[in-house]
Nanobody
Framework: QVQLVESGGGLVQAGGSLRLSCAAS????????MAWYRQAPGKQRELVAV???????NYADSVKGRFTISRDGGKNTVYLQMNSLKPEDTGVHYC?????????????WGQGTQVTVSS
């Protein structure tokens, strides 16, 4: 059974930094990509950043230059370093891991971690 364990959220002042972590376990299939999404109150969940198994990354325009996604392949862990945080970065941040195996693609989500940025 796939498990995603997230950590690192919290309350920070604008301009501060946080680092989120998401550790994946329980699957023998290959990880295709790992990503972070966020959902602000009353808004739809949106992609923040994604990293592929090959190391390619992509970011939402709103976080480019401030956030960095990285991965420790040996530990199946993905990180999101968030710098120069703004109040609009507030929301529940979710990790998503995409696996490929036996001809199928499966997505798994973490439980979410709250990030609150005060002005």
């Amino acid at each position: 059974q796939v498990q995603l364990v997230e950590s690192g959220g919290g309350l920070v002042q604008a301009g501060g930094s946080l680092r989120l972590s998401c550790a994946a376990s329980g699957s023998g299939f290959s990880i295709v990509s790992m990503a972070w999404y966020r959902q602000a109150p009353g808004k739809q969940r949106e992609l923040v950043a994604v990293i592929t198994s090959g190391g390619s990354t992509n970011y939402a325009d709103s976080v480019k230059g401030r956030f960095t996604i990285s991965r420790d392949g040996g530990k199946n862990t993905v990180y999101l370093q968030m710098n120069s945080l703004k109040p609009e970065d507030t929301g529940v941040h979710y990790c998503k891991v995409t696996y490929s195996g036996r001809g199928t693609i499966d997505n798994y989500w973490g439980q979410g971690t709250q990030v609150t940025v005060s002005s």
